[in-house]
């Protein structure tokens, strides 16, 4: 540990990495000096964000991620997470409802990486789940942006109408629908007045994601 002061560079995620293994060995006290200066002298992990905006997430209760969101030490600030990259999953009906499903990759500067899958359905409804991925265990709660930090959700959808949508644009004959909601897109969302519509070549419409416009920030608020 005395070669640590001498070291001004490490990054948070190997001091917070030093300090898991001191405390798998019993090693409490060592463990605490580790984590201690992670968060004192660390360096952040470099991220390749795509969006500005730094989200937090320490308003998750769920003590399965607490390692990822909640503050190192009592009284100091949490790992805050940038937007890193997103994907489309898949689209589909549910109870007679439009619903596009995606996922969004989040990366902390203390180098822990969770995902927001989210889903969004024709009538602007959104819902969302917080899930991490360790060692093939899959981590999942239901999530809602706290209403302290409006900003957050309020960002969240700005990613998606400025950042994730003109990306879906640009490669969206890749995207294309489900052969469930086939008859759907069809017969509710018109090419000519709608630029989020396609058909490729052999009349397979793409995934529609003109509603993300509609997405209310206050449905994306927990306590609304």
Not at 3 to 31: D, F, G
Not at 87 to 102: P, Q, S, T
Request: proline letters at 4%.
């Amino acid at each position: 540990m005395k070669h640590i002061k001498h070291i001004n560079e490490l990054l948070r995620s190997t001091l917070v990495s030093a300090s898991n293994k001191a405390r798998s060995y019993e090693q409490k006290a060592k463990s605490g000096r580790f984590i201690k200066h992670a968060v004192e002298k660390g360096e952040n992990v470099p991220v390749d964000r795509i969006f500005p905006h730094a989200f937090t997430f320490n308003h998750v209760t769920d003590v399965r991620f607490s390692d990822y969101v909640q503050p190192y030490i009592p009284g100091t600030e949490p790992p805050y997470f940038y937007i890193t990259d997103w994907e489309i999953k898949h689209d589909g009906l549910k109870n007679k409802a439009y619903v596009v499903m995606f996922s969004v990759e989040l990366k902390s500067n203390y180098g822990k990486t969770i995902f927001l899958e989210c889903e969004i359905y024709d009538n602007g409804q959104f819902k969302c789940w917080l899930k991490t991925y360790n060692n093939q265990i899959v981590e999942s709660t239901y999530f809602k942006f706290s209403s302290e930090k409006r900003k957050d959700a309020v960002q969240f959808k700005k990613f998606l109408l400025e950042d994730l949508t003109p990306e879906f644009l640009e490669d969206i004959e890749d995207f294309r629908c489900s052969e469930s909601t086939f008859d759907y897109i069809l017969d509710n969302f018109s090419a000519d007045h709608d630029k989020f519509f396609y058909m490729d070549g052999d009349g397979i419409p793409s995934i529609y994601i003109g509603f993300i416009k509609d997405i209310k920030i206050n449905d994306m608020i927990k306590d609304y």
